[in-house]
Structures are given as structure tokens and as C-alpha cells.
């Protein structure tokens, strides 16, 4: 109570915390001022999986084939395609005057550099590339792709807004080592990174770019025509609520994207919903995971990590990242029963949820016929994101009461992101395991689904070994009707029951908050800033 007295008359505050040069700038009503879920470490998009990154990127590059709001793909720096020879060759031709911000025109060796970079971190590209015999630029607006094995997914692949997305970028930036950071932006998409103007943990600034050619066509999601109605778009870094809250009720900030559970009931009455409106603008949700670690104990026992599926309760986990409140058009904002596919999605099944017993006692002796009881357990947290940092207190307590020595490292989502990248051992600090969130559509089917993974050194930190799941990944990929790729979802969520990749903690709906003299804000992911208006 005594928080949400504190946030009711935050509105009262000042908010300083908006940097100085933000606020000097002329024209004021032409700056979008936006708040992110989290601090972006760093800006490479292929590199770095987390959605910051993806956000980031949508400003600055551009795609090939971007994806409308129901999930298709429409050409977007790409003119259109041909496929030939029984869909062995694939030929792209770019639209006329594309160019990257630095001036150089858009060519096909650009395109062909990039997916060769992306290919090599994504996991859906890493199966484009698996069946690539070359990649050949024609001229510059036209390039092949030829395969040696058919791809009819290969649209879908490449204007995928899940991480990590296929961004076209210079080929001098896309010939950087895959695995080795790129330290500037360049692309051709409708904003300019102000580079020089970045303050890790503070701020970020971009500016319209005035050579950018938007597509014919209104815009949906990802796809159509990308028209941009400010001049400048800065992001500003408010891990404080409080904070964020009163610069939104203010108008110092336009645009929070994740504002707290506790904070819906205030911007839905009085003067707060005069002018602040809240919305789900992601209809798939978000699907929360415990991704332990494969090689380190306790986790690199299988009974170990079926003993935290029995023990899960994922109301309790959703409670606390979401709360009870609800909004206009979806009273509870909180899902369980959530398995290892998004529940709306035609991969789902029900098969093995009988496995979350929602039992400590069970999941206790479990540990004990294992040999784990009072083992250790290095738990990372991000404090810095309120729904990890929830769901993470949650199942610190949840792992203590099973009978774990919980060793809880608390940093900010950036550490997190560079100490989860570490093999070591726990003593050479290494980690056992953290909780984070995935978009509904990230877990829709196995293309996208980078999590459920089973391919040792080369899956997402974790680096389960699993080779069942990956052929039944393979089988999804090579189903010759719908009926084929449900056979193989099932299977694979059978498998991952028995191996537990990782686990699920359930699905919630997280509201955006937004000032309501903007109109414009399009549905779908990631968050878009093209379109939105100043009324």
C-alpha cells in the first residue's frame, strides 16, 4: 500500500531524470521520448538475443521481407523474388536507390554478406544455411540463393521478427567475425543511430532518415510502408518505476513499454487515464523460462531438473511478475497450463503436462533420490527487469524449499547477458541457471524456437545435448502436410518433458503505457516507431 501511495503521487515529481540535451532540442513535439524494457548492452542484433537488441535494430536496419500483423512475409527491401528449378534457386531483387545511412547504395553483396553473418548465429538461419550450395550476386539489385535441398520455409526465415532477425548492413560490417561484437550501426532502415550521443545505461538517440523511400502500402507490423512522423526518437533508461511513472503522467516521456503491475489501477482512473492510455499491443504474450545449465551440477542431471517440472507452480510465478489486476478487455493477464509451445500457436499439444505436479514435497524427494539435496545452485537475476527479477525471487524460494543452496547473484540484465555466455564451472564462475521471458510467437513453432534446442555447444546458453529433439526438428522442417509438422511438435514436447531443456513458468499479457495525444501505434512486435503520430 504504501508503494502504491508513493507512485499515485509521483505525477507530483520532478522527473530529472530526462538527460539535458534531450530537452534542449527545438521542436519538441517532433522527439518521440520512449522507455524501454531494459538497458541495450550492446548493438550488434545478431550477436546479442535479447529483445532490447531486436528493438533497437528495427530503427536502424531494414529487411529483405518484412511480416504483416498476421504473421506473413511481404516484400520489403526486396522488389520481389523467383524460384526456379524445382525450388533449388532462389533470385531477390532489391528495390531501386536503396542506401545505408553512411551513403553507400544497398547491393546484393550486402545481402549476401549479411545472411552469411546472421546465418551463422540464428537458429532458423542456421537451417537456410545448412541447405546453401552459393550465394551469388547478379548486380547490384539482384542476387541468388541455391540450395541443395528445397526450403519452402525460406520467406518465412528471413522476415522472422523473432531473435535474432535478418538485418541487411553494410558488407564491411557483415564480414565482422559472427561471433565477435560490431561497434557501429549502419543500415538503410527509417532511423539513423545517433552513435555519438549513446550513454550506456542512460540514453539513446536516433535521428529520421531523410534518403529512406518507404514502401507503397499501409504498414502492418514489420511490412508495408514504414512512414516515420518524428524527427528524433530517444530511448531513455528507467529502471525505476517510480521514475518512469512520473515522467509519463508529466509528458516529459511519450511512451513506457513495460510499466509495472502495480501501476495499472492508477493509469486507468483520474487524471493518469486522461492522459495515459494502456494497451497490449502483443497478442501472442509473453512465455516465461528456467533455463538451466546443461553442463554444470546440479542440472546436468536430468532427474534434477524433472524435480524442479514437478515442483513448479506457475500461477505463483505469474502472480508475481503480473499481480491479479487486469485491464479493459482481458481481466487477468496472468496464463498457466503453458507447455513448450505457445498455447494459441498449431504446434501446441497438452501431451505430458501432467509432469507440473505443482508439488515441493514431491519435487523434494525427487532431489533426494537423486543425490542433490544441499547441492549449489548459482541463481542469476536481473534486477534491473522487473518481470525476471519477480519471477527469479520466486523461484530462489521455490529452490530453497526443495532443498537446493541457493547462491543468488543479482546484476543488472547486461551482466547477466555477458556471465550467462560463461562455461565455466561454478567455482570459475560459472552458473546453474536464470529465468527470462520469450514472445509467444518465438515459441510458435520449432523454426523460431531457440530455447527448446537440443544441439550441445551450438544452442543458446544452457547448451543442452538432446539429439531427439533436433531430429524431431528436422522432421518438422522436411513435413510434407500439416498433419506431419503436429506429429512432430507433439514429440518434441514429449521429449522435452522427459529432458527438460528448460522450464516453463507460464504466459502473461504485459500492457504498454502510452500518452494519448498519440495515435498510430501498430500491434504486433517488436515495438514499432514508424507510423505513430503526434496528434
Request: net charge neutral.
Amino acid at each position: 500500500m504504501q508503494r502504491r501511495q508513493i507512485l499515485a503521487g509521483a505525477a507530483a515529481l520532478p522527473a530529472a531524470s530526462l538527460a539535458a540535451p534531450a530537452m534542449a532540442q527545438p521542436a519538441q513535439n517532433r522527439v518521440l521520448r520512449y522507455v524501454p524494457h531494459a538497458n541495450l548492452p550492446n548493438i550488434d542484433p545478431f550477436t546479442n538475443t535479447a529483445f532490447v537488441a531486436r528493438d533497437h535494430a528495427f530503427l536502424v536496419y531494414d529487411q529483405l521481407y518484412g511480416m504483416d500483423e498476421n504473421f506473413r512475409p511481404q516484400p520489403q527491401m526486396a522488389e520481389g523474388h523467383v524460384v526456379e528449378n524445382d525450388g533449388l534457386l532462389w533470385r531477390f531483387t532489391l528495390r531501386e536507390n536503396l542506401k545505408f545511412h553512411d551513403g553507400s547504395p544497398v547491393r546484393g553483396r550486402d545481402c549476401i554478406a549479411s545472411i552469411r553473418r546472421w546465418g551463422r548465429r540464428d537458429a532458423f538461419g542456421q537451417v537456410l544455411m545448412s541447405r546453401v550450395a552459393d550465394m551469388t550476386e547478379v548486380s547490384d539489385r539482384v542476387f541468388t540463393i541455391r540450395l541443395n535441398t528445397p526450403f519452402p520455409k525460406m520467406l518465412e526465415c528471413i522476415s522472422k521478427v523473432t531473435t535474432s532477425c535478418l538485418f541487411i548492413m553494410p558488407e564491411r560490417l557483415a564480414n565482422v567475425d559472427p561471433f565477435t561484437n560490431i561497434t557501429e550501426a549502419v543500415g538503410s532502415g527509417p532511423y539513423r543511430f545517433i552513435q555519438n550521443e549513446w550513454v550506456p545505461g542512460s540514453r539513446l538517440a536516433y535521428a529520421r532518415n531523410a534518403d529512406y523511400v518507404p514502401r507503397q502500402g499501409n504498414a502492418s507490423m514489420t511490412a508495408g510502408g514504414k512512414v516515420t512522423h518524428f524527427d528524433r526518437v530517444e530511448w531513455h533508461i528507467m529502471p525505476d518505476p517510480a521514475t518512469a511513472s512520473a515522467a509519463l503522467q508529466s509528458g516529459e516521456i511519450d511512451w513506457w513499454e513495460q510499466p509495472t503491475a502495480d501501476l495499472f489501477p492508477l493509469f486507468l482512473r483520474g487524471a493518469a487515464a486522461r492522459n495515459v492510455r494502456v494497451d497490449i499491443i502483443n497478442g501472442t504474450g509473453l512465455i516465461g523460462i528456467f533455463r538451466p545449465n546443461h553442463l554444470t551440477a546440479p542440472f546436468n542431471n536430468p532427474a534434477v531438473r524433472r524435480a524442479v517440472l514437478t515442483a513448479i507452480n506457475q500461477t505463483d510465478f505469474m502472480t508475481a511478475v503480473i499481480g491479479t489486476s487486469g485491464i479493459e478487455g482481458r481481466p487477468d493477464l496472468r496464463r498457466e497450463g503453458i507447455g513448450y509451445f505457445a498455447p494459441e500457436s498449431p504446434s501446441a499439444s497438452n501431451v505430458s503436462m501432467e509432469r507440473m505436479r505443482k508439488s515441493v514435497d514431491a519435487a523434494r524427494a525427487e532431489l533426494q533420490a537423486a543425490g542433490a539435496i544441499g547441492q549449489r545452485l548459482v541463481l542469476l537475476n536481473a534486477t534491473d527487469l522487473s518481470s525476471i527479477n519477480a519471477a527469479t525471487l520466486v523461484g530462489a524460494d521455490l529452490f530453497r524449499r526443495m532443498g537446493f543452496n541457493v547462491d543468488l547473484v543479482s546484476t543488472d540484465w547486461g551482466t547477466l547477458v555477458a556471465r550467462r555466455a560463461s562455461r565455466n564451472p561454478l567455482e570459475q564462475g560459472g552458473w546453474s541457471g536464470f529465468f527470462t521471458f520469450w514472445s509467444g510467437v518465438d515459441h510458435w513453432n520449432p523454426a523460431n524456437h531457440a530455447s527448446i534446442r537440443g544441439n550441445g555447444e551450438n544452442a543458446w546458453p544452457g547448451w543442452p545435448t538432446i539429439p531427439a529433439i533436433e531430429a524431431q526438428r528436422d522432421a518438422w522442417f522436411n513435413a510434407p502436410n500439416e498433419a506431419a509438422e503436429k506429429a512432430a511438435t507433439t514429440e518434441m514436447q514429449r521429449i522435452a518433458f522427459d529432458e527438460v531443456p528448460y522450464v516453463p513458468t507460464g504466459m502473461y499479457y504485459q500492457p504498454t503505457a502510452i500518452r494519448r495525444n498519440l495515435t498510430g501505434l501498430l500491434k504486433g512486435q517488436p515495438p514499432l516507431f514508424w507510423n505513430i503520430r503526434r496528434a
